[in-house]
């Protein structure tokens, strides 16, 4: 991928994380990005080419990052905290309507995107049980597979925009308090007296 293309890439999901996607049209974009039609049209055909690259280039770069976090060698508590923090970084600012206009206006995109997210946090979910159970953090007797399914499910409702509306639901908040839930319910005695330490920590 050339430079250009990287930087439209780049600055056309800082667009559509501000502003939503259904509102912007392709004459928007290049107006907001500040080049030409011409330019924009030289490295996509249309705007569903344009959100389903933008899209493909978001799962690339969590993938990177979700490895780059787990290559740190931190325990599987740890870990996890720091994958929120990633996560909560990345829709800190995200308009609302991302969800429901990926969804409904570009099937194609979304597709793309809750398929490399599922598998990329399959993956980082079950390695993180793997690695828990064997530092003594998590419970000997969770059922690996079960749970990192249930997890998966449990995340999906915490993007859904009816079950947590913006106007009274905080994403960041919500992610956080996900954590916690997931992690009190499989923690050892051990684990647990590590998440609260933090806890305590952060707060002092």
């Known amino acids: ?3 250009k ?6 600055q056309a999901l800082k667009l559509f994380m501000r502003l939503g996607i259904k509102s912007m049209t392709m004459d928007e974009v ?16 249309d705007k569903n080419d344009l959100v389903e690259q933008v899209v493909s280039a978001v799962c690339g770069h969590h993938r990177s990052s979700i490895d780059a976090i787990c290559a740190k060698g931190l325990n599987a508590i740890e870990e996890h905290m720091e994958i929120t923090r990633f996560l909560v970084a990345q829709v800190g600012g995200m308009h609302p309507s991302v969800q429901f206009d990926l969804q409904k206006y570009h099937p194609k995109a979304w597709a793309i995107m809750d398929s490399c997210e599922k598998r990329v946090v399959h993956g980082c979910i079950s390695a993180n049980l793997t690695k828990g159970i064997k530092e003594g953090l ?5 059922d690996v597979e079960v749970i990192t399914r249930l997890y998966l499910a449990r995340m999906d409702s915490t993007w859904d925009g009816q079950v947590f509306p913006a106007d009274r639901f905080s994403m960041s908040d919500v992610l ?3 954590l916690d839930y997931h992690i009190r319910g499989i923690a050892s005695r051990k684990g647990i007296a590590y998440l609260e330490k933090k806890a305590k920590n952060q707060q002092a």
Do not use: C, G, I, P
């Open 176 to 178: 956080w308090k996900h």
């Open 30 to 45: 290049a107006t907001q990005l500040r080049v030409s039609k011409k330019t924009l049209y030289e490295h996509f055909s």
């Open 138 to 142: 998590y419970r000997e007797d969770l």
């Open 1 to 3: 991928m050339d430079a």
């Open 5 to 10: 293309k990287r930087e439209l890439l780049e």
